[in-house]
């Protein structure tokens, strides 16, 4: 079936970029999603990504994808510390309707 | 406003008792899903309907039931055949197939 996977923890400085990857298995999937979400708090859509584009730029948040090696990245510019949260890699599948998520990345920002 | 509210924040149950999850949505989506939370998995889904009338099984849906019978609204019924129930529950929803999803704030499900 599908999967996503997501490396667990990530710790940055302030200041510092901040690159989360996520790699998928789904050859269907149309859109991929990049989600924040806050502790004890439900998930918030920062952007996505159409599967034919290989990057989209939205003010400090930058996608890549790689399709032909099914990864897609997350680079946040000058990470602050209200940045800190679970981003949360998905795979919109075109054939079954789903959205398959990854584990979370725990992103933490040192001041 | 628009939104997708689930209901209530924090709900206990004793082993052995049914309880139900509320989710509503005002956005006129036709998709709504739920998903399960633990620590250190990620979301698992449990069910999603991508209609009226019309639910599928997602990942983990043994001991869970849902219903759709109002575009507005996707109950979770947590049975006492759900042997570890004790998780975080998100439900979301959606125009439908490659469109963006919505989510509630949650619903922490705790058995006491």
């Known amino acids: 079936g599908e999967d996503v996977e997501q490396s667990l923890f990530l710790s940055v400085r302030e200041g510092d970029s901040s690159v989360i990857n996520c790699t998928y298995t789904d050859s269907s999937s149309t859109y991929l999603y990049w989600y924040k979400q806050e502790p004890g708090a439900g998930l918030q859509l920062l952007t996505y990504i159409f599967s034919n584009m290989d990057m989209k730029q939205d003010q400090r948040l930058t996608v890549l994808l790689n399709k032909k090696d099914k990864h897609l990245s997350l680079r946040i510019a000058d990470t602050q510390t209200g940045d800190s949260a679970i981003y949360f890699c998905a795979d919109g599948s075109s054939n079954t309707g789903k959205l398959i998520f990854g584990q979370g990345t725990t992103l933490q920002v040192k001041p | 406003d628009g939104g997708i509210t689930q209901s209530p924040k924090y709900l206990f149950r004793k082993e052995g008792q049914n309880v139900t999850l509320s989710c509503e949505q005002n956005?006129?989506?036709?998709?709504m899903y739920w998903y399960r939370q633990d620590p250190g998995q990620g979301l698992r889904l449990i069910y999603y309907?991508?209609?009226?009338?019309?639910?599928q099984k997602g990942d983990i849906a043994e001991g869970y039931s849902v219903s759709r019978e109002k575009k507005e609204s996707f109950p979770l019924t947590v049975t006492s055949a759900q042997k570890n129930p004790t998780a975080f529950y998100l439900c979301?929803?959606?125009?439908?197939?490659?469109?963006?999803?919505?989510f509630g704030q949650g619903t922490r499900l705790t058995v006491v």
């Open positions: 956005l006129n989506h036709d998709a």
């Open positions: 979301a929803s959606s125009f439908g197939e490659n469109t963006e999803a919505f």
């Open positions: 309907s991508q209609i009226v009338n019309d639910f």
